[in-house]
């Protein structure tokens, strides 16, 4: 359908997934903070890494949108991932806006960057009426971040490849978004 674009901000690159991203993007899922923000698994092995790396890759091919990797633009540094994601489930919400970064570069604004230029994709160019976040209840940051960009919750959901705990479900409409940002907290 679509190769993944190059995107830039004010301080990132959003640019495809390569290979030689596997170790940095494995040593930020192994880090304390992210395994418990995400609820990463014990035993998140390199092959996990990789087979992560290559669906969130793959859904640009299969769907013409998928996740970025995020590079610091003065350092070149890979920093996390971030961008569209989509499931086939019938229990998914839609497209979703999401992003995991290294707790190094937490608080910087760095994933509400990156998050926001892929909501202007998610609409722009993807052409969807609504994007979506899912995001676990004690997830305060992350649900800080879908604040700013405008999302609101939406519903709560148990998933079926994740029974032990409901998701919040958070919305951002197409009428919401071209109405504006939301005031800053």
């Not at 992210?34 to 859904?59: E, N, P, Q």
């Not at 299969?62 to 590079?71: F, K, M, N, S, T």
């Not at 998610?122 to 899912?134: H, I």
């Not at 959901?157 to 109405?179: D, K, M």
């Amino acid at each position: 359908m679509s190769a993944c674009p190059t995107l830039t901000t004010e301080r990132l690159t959003l640019r495809p997934l390569r290979a030689d991203d596997l170790e940095p993007f494995f040593a930020i899922m192994s880090t304390g903070p992210v395994r418990a923000a995400l609820h990463v698994r014990d035993g998140y092995s390199r092959g996990d890494a990789w087979g992560t790396l290559t669906s969130l890759a793959g859904l640009w091919e299969l769907r013409g949108l998928g996740q970025w990797a995020i590079e610091e633009r003065a350092t070149g540094r890979f920093v996390g991932r971030a961008g569209l994601y989509w499931r086939v489930e019938p229990e998914w919400p839609g497209v979703e806006v999401g992003w995991m970064l290294d707790p190094d570069v937490w608080g910087l604004g760095y994933a509400t960057e990156a998050a926001s230029r892929a909501v202007r994709y998610g609409f722009d160019e993807v052409g969807v009426d609504a994007l979506y976040s899912v995001i676990l209840p004690e997830n305060t940051r992350s649900q800080a971040v879908a604040r700013r960009l405008g999302f609101e919750p939406f519903d709560e959901r148990v998933l079926p490849w994740f029974p032990s705990q409901p998701h919040v479900i958070w919305c951002l409409e197409r009428a919401t978004w071209e109405a504006g940002p939301p005031p800053v907290d």
